[in-house]
Structure formats: C-alpha cells, structure tokens
C-alpha cells in the first residue's frame, strides 16, 4: 500500500519549536523531489519547503526562510521539517508531498503525486 504518514504536529507557543516527519511506505521517497505544504482555514495549499532527490538542495519559502529547515534520511525513508520560533502564522495543517519523479529538485503543486493526510499545527498562547 502506497502512503506518506506524517507525524510530529500539535500545539506549541510562540517562539517555540516542532519537527514535523514523513515517512513513506510502499515507495522510495528519494525517487522524487518531496515537499512540505500547509493549509490555513480558509486559505489555498501553499509550499512551505522542497528538499531534492539527493537532499543535497533545498528550498524554502520566504515566509519561512531562516526559521524552518527541511532534510531527508534516505535510509529511513523520511523526510523531516525542523520549525523554530513558531509565530500564530504558522497555524495550519502541514501535508507532506511526493512529486512526480519528473521533478528531481522542485515541489509544484501541480507536481504532487502523493499527499499525505496532513498533521496540524497550531501556534498559540
């Protein structure tokens, strides 16, 4: 059975720090470039952070850049989200994404194979 499960959500203070993780079955997450998004209530899917193939590049978005760093363990099949100084932003359910293999170092939405069924996220006081 093909699945990505994450892991690693809940309720944290401002300031503080979560590490998401994704871990896939059925499949080898490093045939693909893999990707974190998150969904606020109402608001659209957006992408947080790309890792490649390798886990030798990565992206993150500019909301995030210097706060959340996304890596890959390729023996253990896992992708993680390391989140420090959390802020109420950063409330949303975070969804962790295999891409089609075509994209080895970039996360399209549009691109997205697998989704996983999302872990949330809420930063309050």
């Known amino acids: 059975q093909l699945q990505l499960v994450e892991s690693g959500g809940g309720l944290v203070q401002p300031g503080g720090s979560l590490t998401l993780s994704c871990t896939a ?20 899917r957006e992408g947080v952070a790309c890792v490649s193939m390798s ?18 363990d390729s023996a ?6 390391q989140m420090n100084s959390l802020k109420p932003e950063d409330t949303a359910v975070y969804y962790c994404a295999a891409l089609d293999p075509r ?7 549009y691109g997205v194979k697998y989704w996983g069924k999302g872990t949330p996220v809420t930063v309050s006081s």
């Open 76 to 81: 253990a099949n896992t992708v993680s989200l």
């Open 55 to 72: 886990g030798r590049y990565d992206l993150h978005a500019r909301s995030v850049k210097g706060r959340f760093t996304i890596s890959r």
């Open 103 to 109: 994209y080895q170092a970039d996360c399209p939405k």
């Open 25 to 44: 079955s059925g499949f080898t997450l490093a045939d693909s470039a893999t990707g974190w998004f998150r969904q606020a209530p109402g608001k659209e």
